[in-house]
């Protein structure tokens, strides 16, 4: 992994005017202050052919969770390698690796992440949101077959617990984030003032002195607010698992957060989309490596692609290099990217997170090799085909590669 960049608050962008905030950069070591070794220094050694090979298929060795369904829809079990041909940017790979899981198994150490959303969703959503893990416990008590851990994004940052199959503790833990939530409501924020938020975004000046009283200025503020702390944040949840051994089923409960794009937005920026393409590698890299699977839950009532058509998403999900915007990072990509599913055709909200957590039940585990690439994040789709008929598999679409 190359170095981790930071999406900043100089993303912000509004109709009118261009990206307002100074860009930062990485710090890197200026080449003036490479020096001879000093006295008593280690001395490096060089490694070995095999060492380098090693450490080399480590930074390649691409891990993936795979999926089979039959036609009915049920889980397909007792494949076996030979039943799977794994393709890379349209081009066969060797299998390197495989084996059949279950979830159940010691070995697999699957686990799950239940994330309630404060900052996308109004009070009537998380109320929805609340009664539908409740009676999703509840009917699972003493049942839970894998550990949850309550996820809370709120304005106020994120909130992690740890994890449990005690659907007592987790109900308590439910209770006590949605106690006195305060959603971000851009409604209000447009109405009233952003002066306090305004002023980390542009510096001393604020809004005032740029948008003077505008109100889709406010609302383009409180927008561009929700996406970068979503964003973020599950940036962030993807970095936490990445050490954590085993398979993770993160579930996200909510449409997810605002694409940016309409009158409201200028045009990104040359120099804003290599920073969105940027972040979009390290996202999907750390969301890759940690073994994340990403759901999209809600009730058909409540989700929405927001600003953009459902026709739209395999775009979305596959960036051209340095054109990357907002919309590469609409929550329905990701969960496709990471082999995930938006469910989101029943009320039952219970019966869809119930359904998410089933995946890790009965799946396989391929490696293989990827190819070195001529830079680094280099999009490669993915597709995983099984040699039966009516068997369908689902995996990771995509990676970015490294050289």
């Known amino acids: 992994m190359g170095v981790v960049l930071v999406l900043t608050w100089s993303g912000l962008k509004m109709a009118g005017q261009e990206s ?23 001395t490096l050694i060089p490694r070995s052919h095999a060492e380098r090979e090693r450490v080399y298929r480590g930074e390649h060795r691409i891990l993936l969770n795979v999926v089979v369904t039959d036609a009915q829809g049920s889980p397909a079990a007792g494949l076996k390698e030979e039943d799977f041909a794994l393709l890379d940017d349209e081009q066969p790979r060797k299998i390197a690796s495989f084996r059949a899981a279950r979830g159940s198994s010691a070995r697999e150490r699957v686990h799950v992440i239940l994330v309630l959303d404060a900052v996308n969703n109004t009070s009537r959503n998380i109320g929805f949101d609340r009664r539908g893990v409740e009676k999703f416990l509840e009917e699972n008590r003493g049942k839970i077959a894998y550990p949850i ?13 740890p994890p449990s199959t005690d659907s007592d503790v987790l109900l308590s833990e439910l209770r006590e984030f949605t106690r006195g939530l305060q959603v971000i409501d851009c409604a209000d924020e447009v109405n009233g003032s952003l002066q306090q938020f ?3 975004v542009f510096g001393p000046e604020g809004l005032a002195a740029r948008d003077q009283g505008s109100k889709q200025g406010r609302l383009a503020a409180c927008l561009n607010r929700r996406y970068l702390i979503s964003v973020s944040a599950l940036n962030r949840l993807a970095k936490q698992q990445i050490d954590v051994p085993g398979r993770a089923i993160l579930i996200w409960l909510g449409a997810g957060w605002p694409l940016l794009s309409g009158p409201l937005f200028v045009a990104d920026t040359e120099s804003l989309k290599r920073n969105n393409f940027d972040y979009l590698v390290d996202l999907s890299s750390s969301l890759r490596e940690a073994q994340v699977t990403l759901d999209a839950v809600s009730s058909p009532d409540l989700f929405r692609v927001q600003e953009a058509g459902a026709e739209k998403l395999a775009t979305y999900a596959q960036p051209a290099r340095d054109e990357a915007t907002a919309a590469n990072f609409a929550l329905p990509a990701l969960t496709r990217q990471t082999g995930g599913r938006v469910l ?14 089933a995946d890790a039940d009965q799946y396989y585990v391929l490696s293989f090799d990827s190819a070195a690439a001529e830079g680094s994040g280099e999009y490669h789709p993915l597709e995983v085909k099984v040699r039966r008929p009516g068997m369908t598999a689902r995996t990771n679409a995509a990676y970015f590669a490294l050289p």
């Open 149 to 161: 851990s309550m996820v809370l994004v709120s304005a106020s940052g994120t909130r992690v617990e």
């Open 198 to 200: 305004t002023a980390a």
């Open 344 to 357: 989101d055709q029943s009320k039952d909200l219970a019966g869809e997170i119930a359904a998410s957590i």
């Open 20 to 42: 307002s905030g100074q860009e930062t950069t990485p710090a890197v070591l200026p080449a003036a202050q490479s020096q001879a070794p000093a006295a008593g220094a280690p």
